[in-house]
């Protein structure tokens, strides 16, 4: 079982990476697209200490239609409820509601729909190879904080070499002042559980789609989606074939449990590094994602980085940790890597990704 071994120092000096641009490759051109890297720390400062602006705001889903499509509806939504383990180890509570999702784009090479979680709509957008499919198909979890946006040459690469990819925002994300969100929920709600929630929700209506190869289902998560998608993997194994980590923010919880000392009140909201509420912190405190890796015993890859910002060069340990818990886990550490694997290094990623989706396709 993993040690708690991070120092009080260790954890100021994470607070203290900020935010940086980076690129996601380009693996069809060899070309890079500005992407916004996720720092996946949380931070030291109480509610005293951000007094100024902070009323959490809600994100409207919004549908691009910008090219003729045709737009094909259900006639109904059925309203369903879905549960996860009653038995966490973690104490936390996964059950939903969701619906049928409904097409709103079908058009050469993309599908959108919007997909329903507890009343909140997450419009999901479809990247899809040419010809008549279904497909073997990637749902992506972005970063803390991040616009699916952010990943569309990633989902592009995809497409180009047979791969579907389903890109979506988490409930009361995106950060609003960079990017427009494709989500409805307010951004004090979101926690690690209501993420989870939203992976499980997308997941439902992917597998309801004629375009997705059921037997070929892959999870990415980057960084704090990542987190999310080991937890996902876990409750789903039936539904998924493998799981695909990008700098996965396993270090998260022991980050939040050092700087919200016990018996100090947990604050209701931080503005730094992200705006995040009060259940979030919460959650965190004390929470174990190492007790979910053992339940998944599908094929697992994590690539990561050594340079610069990424999680590997600052926290090695927590991805050891994984390899020793995950019962089938291949570590795979990209030379020049950032948190995002810019330049060369994502090109790499990327080809080791195609490998491991193709060694693993039924």
Known sequence: MKKRILSVATAIMMLAVSA???????????DDTDDS???????????????????????????ETTEETTVTETTTQQTSSSTTSASDPNGLSFGYETSEPII??????????????????MSCQMYLPAGEGPFPTV????GIRESCDEYIELAQNFKDNGIACVLFDFCGGPDESRFQSHSEGEML?????????????????VLTLDQTDKDNVFLFGHSFGGEVATVVASQREDDINSLILMEPAYQM???????????IQIPDYVTTPFYLGHDFLEEMIGFDIYSYMSGYDDNVILFQGDTGDSLGLLFPQYYEWAGDTFPSMRLEVI????????????????????????????
């Open 20 to 30: 940086c641009n980076a690129t996601l490759p380009d693996a069809s051109t060899g």
């Open 37 to 63: 890297s996720e720092v996946t720390e949380t931070t030291e400062e109480t509610a005293s200490e951000t007094t100024e602006e902070t009323t959490a705001e809600t994100t409207q889903t919004t549908t």
């Open 104 to 121: 709103t784009l079908n058009s050469a090479g993309l599908l959108q729909f919007d997909a329903y979680r507890d009343g909140l709509t």
């Open 139 to 142: 749902i992506l979890g972005t």
């Open 189 to 205: 709600d979101m926690t690690l559980s209501s993420e989870v929630k939203d992976m499980n929700a997308v997941l439902d209506a």
């Open 253 to 263: 919880a022991d980050i939040i449990s050092l700087v919200l000392i016990p018996g």
């Open 335 to 362: 030379q020049g890597g950032d948190h995002v694997f810019s330049g060369d290094a994502g090109r790499v990623m990327f080809d080791l990704c195609m490998e491991f989706i193709n060694e693993n396709k039924i």
